[in-house]
């Protein structure tokens, strides 16, 4: 009965195309709005989060002070760090992070950029890879020995014609050589160059550069989580062993700040979720419009071929059957609807995210979804004018002209 | 063997109170398998009424209809429907055919509610257009064919069930002269040769006359019944 349903609908929609076409263009659109919105909002999640996995991920930085800008708040020792590493769990790497900006000056060019002194711990945490050299050891760092690891900005604008490994920078009144290239990280969601900088041994920077040998002279402590440990609890840590260590009373605030950087992602993340799932919303509504637009033309439909019902219920069809007809018929436009916005959406889709340079993700979950609710919005639709069909007396609409 | 078809006392009410009207008013009558009747009457006679509960279309209001033995008024509507279905097949004055729909699927439409096979159905309906002397118009749309060729396709659709009694409502009212015969000598050689009950309903006198029985009604009554002693015959 079931199929022999759908084998007249099936008919009956291609004796009418140009009504089935009119009928289905509002559930394409729909489906389309949504799909394509969702995905596009899910790929922006996703950009951002690629973004935020090239500064390292799990990372939290601990910062003297609070907030961003200069700090008159005292720098993190030696001892803090050790303190950090041993007292609070869930760390998988420390490294301490100082940095200055000096002009850089190599054979062929000069440039004003960052200098990062740290250990070669950082380079995990960083999510740094190397591209061409190697990193520098910790004896190196023990030594301060006058090596250096750039970036692909430093060795495009300072070694234009070529290899950089084993060139000499000028920083100061120091030379140091360079010893590996980092694989393009390119830059991070804020504008920033992530390739724009000059990695080197914690102890060359502060022995050399700044000039000081202070015990509190870490700029910042880069620490990245072990995966699935909470971060918020080794936050909470932190924050309660740095209280400690610098004997802050219960009235005083922290002169000092944990900074997640999973905060931003989720932040930025959540931030992205809302917008689709409002542009989704409105999406929706216009999908529902497009039910409407299905009831409207099936309810037309019914008045229109009242005589053809007339016809199949005195040949014998039941009651239930007639129903039947236009509920599949209804379904049937819908689906395809739904198909075919589906595929429009994925048109969209592969053209926006070229167009904005987002990748684009196909996920079979909201498409199901959308043509899940396609299927519906024709049972849900289909079902008053069926009712209607059904219920039609067979010798009135016999003589229904 | 009881009669195919047996009316007691059959009447019909339309509407109520004051504004009711009794389209019929106490009918008696037994049609015999094998037979070709046909009811005549002016507009307004009830024959119309008459002929909707005899095909099962509707129920009268008080009184008996026993087809086949069953009485019809305890059957419901799907039961009813189920009866038309299988028992009964349908001509009507405007053809009725499916536009835009090819004859041979016009044929299939009473197949597709009795679940047979997409071969069974093909097959069967190029038979039953094959029979009403329509092979090779299979693919052809009701507009692309003359008055007398749609009534030929819907006669083909009538009979595709091979039902045992055919009704056909002023069969011939549109059609002219020459296809109107094409159509009465199609309805006489099914009654003859295939044994199929037509009962018919006109106003014409010389469709009537195909016909071996006619009844007249008048006022919502039968007002003769009596054999056809100068039927007209077909063509050998």
Redesign the interface.
Known sequence: ?FW?AF??AL?EIR??LTRAFLTVIGVVIGVAAVVTLVTLGRGATETVKAQIEKVGSNLLTLRPGQGWGPQSAPLFSQGDMEAVRDQVPGIRAIAPMSSTSVQAISDEDARQTDIQGTTPEYFPIGNWQIASGRFFTDEEVVDGATVAVIGETIRKELFPKGDAIGQKIRLLSTAVTVIGVTTVKGQAGWGDDLDDNIIIPITTLQRRLNGQMSKQNLGQIMISTEDGYPSEAVVADLNSLMRERRRLSRNQQNNFSAFDSRQIADAVSSSTKVMTSLLGAVAGVSLLVGGIGIMNIMLVSVTERT??I????????????VMLQFLVEAVTLSCVGGLCGIALAYGLCVWLAKLVGAPFTFDPKINGIAFIFSAAIGILFGFMPARRAAGLD??EA?RHE | MSNLIELRDLTKTYGRGDAAFQALRGVDMDIARGEFLAVMGPSGSGKSTLMNLLGCLDTPSTGSYRFEGVEVETLNKDQRSLLRRTALGFIFQGFNLLARTSALENVELPLLYRGYTRKQRHEMARKALASVGLPDKERNTPSELSGGQQQRVAIARAIVTHPGTLFADEPTGNLDSKTTLEVMELLCRLNEDLGITVIMVTHEDEVAHYAKRIVHVRDGLIGSDEINTNRTLRSR
Do not use: D, H, K, S
């Open positions: 009965m022999n084998i007249i008919r004796r009418n005589r053809e007339g016809i199949r219920m005195a040949i014998g069809a039941r009651a239930r059957e067979p010798i016999l």
